[in-house]
């Protein structure tokens, strides 16, 4: 196994998600890489949300906001520079959440700062949420990523993110703000930086291993330029405006779900399922199955994907749905 990390000083959303893709893309097959990275004014949301739905779009582009769509699920996130984010690559073979976030946690104990994992994505100390982490499995790799706040403006992490009511309910919480915690909370003296160092001695100590720098040279900056494009494409980012006939949004036991149909004949002809599951890949092929079925309960509920999710969705279909 050979240990490696790369850390970045762009402060440029698209250019750091399309680094993070190509960094993906060059994995070797004994390496875990570890890349650190940060992102100024950004709301990053998950592969298939809405974004007219998850972040106040205007208010926030007039502030100078940086909207940008990552590969993975799950749910918005704002960052700035109070925020690192870091990433796991790793063949499947080496591939291990417990192990990957066994570094997180043992970073910020070393600042006397107890964490634990909750639930299926985050990261408490003091029982609220410093880390919010997202998945991306592949046939031979995978890759974790996710963000440690450390003395992020969490001002305007309430003023531009907008979750539901019932997502907050669910969390036991009144507001986005009451459910995180920066770290400099717990101990004022830590710093962004100091946070970088403790995840690479972490990652050192973890895996038994010392991590070997990457160079920048590494990089096909033409292909990273081509990539970065795509990411700050406005169909990617926000995805095509459609009008549909019916609209419907309910809210899971793994996370909301929000369902636009166009129908003609009595047959969908055009469907759209936005979600912050974690399981991006899952919302895709219900989105696909949807079209060209006729539009009642039995037939929607039949076209929900396999998962561990679909006999959940399935009953909405079949028991709440009306057409």
Not at 76 to 103: C, I, S, W
Not at 187 to 211: G, H, L, M, Q, S
Not at 246 to 266: I, M
Request: some cysteine; overall charge negative; hydrophobic content about 40%.
């Amino acid at each position: 196994m050979e240990l490696s990390y790369y850390v970045t000083d762009s402060i440029d959303p698209c250019e750091n998600l399309a680094l993070e893709e190509l960094l993906f893309s060059k994995l070797e097959n004994e390496q875990v890489l570890l890349y650190l990275w940060q992102n100024d004014n950004t709301v990053v949301i998950g592969r298939n949300q809405n974004a007219w739905r998850e972040c106040r779009l205007d208010a926030f582009a007039a502030q100078k906001g940086n909207l940008v769509r990552r590969l993975t699920g799950g749910g918005a996130m704002y960052q700035d520079m109070g925020n690192q984010n870091f990433t796991f690559f790793a063949p499947n073979r080496l591939y291990d959440v417990v192990k990957q976030t066994e570094v997180i946690r043992r970073a910020v104990a070393s600042f006397g700062i107890e964490a634990v994992r909750s639930g299926r994505n985050d990261i408490l100390a003091d029982g609220r949420k410093f880390s919010g982490n997202a998945y991306h499995q592949g046939t031979a790799a995978s890759f974790h990523h996710g963000t440690i706040l450390v003395s992020s403006d969490l001002s305007r992490l309430s003023q531009f993110l907008a979750p539901s009511p019932e997502k907050l309910i669910s969390k036991g919480v009144t507001s986005v703000r009451s459910r995180v915690v920066n770290l400099c909370e717990l101990n004022p003296k830590i710093t962004p930086n100091d946070v970088r160092a403790a995840v690479i001695r972490a990652f050192a100590e973890v895996y038994e291993c010392e991590p070997k720098l990457l160079d920048s040279s590494i990089i096909d900056t033409e292909k990273l330029a081509q990539v970065r494009a795509q990411y700050a494409d406005d169909n990617w980012r926000l995805g095509q405006n459609s009008k549909f006939d019916f609209n419907f949004h309910k809210r899971f036991s793994f996370g909301e779900l929000e369902f636009d149909f166009s129908v003609q004949n009595g047959l969908v002809t055009k469907a759209a399922v936005h979600s912050d599951a974690l399981d991006a890949q899952w919302v895709i092929a219900m989105e696909e199955n949807f079209s060209g079925k006729a539009f009642t309960k039995a037939e929607l509920a039949q076209s929900i994907p396999a998962g561990v999710d679909k006999d959940e969705v399935a009953a909405f279909f079949l028991t709440e749905f009306s057409v």
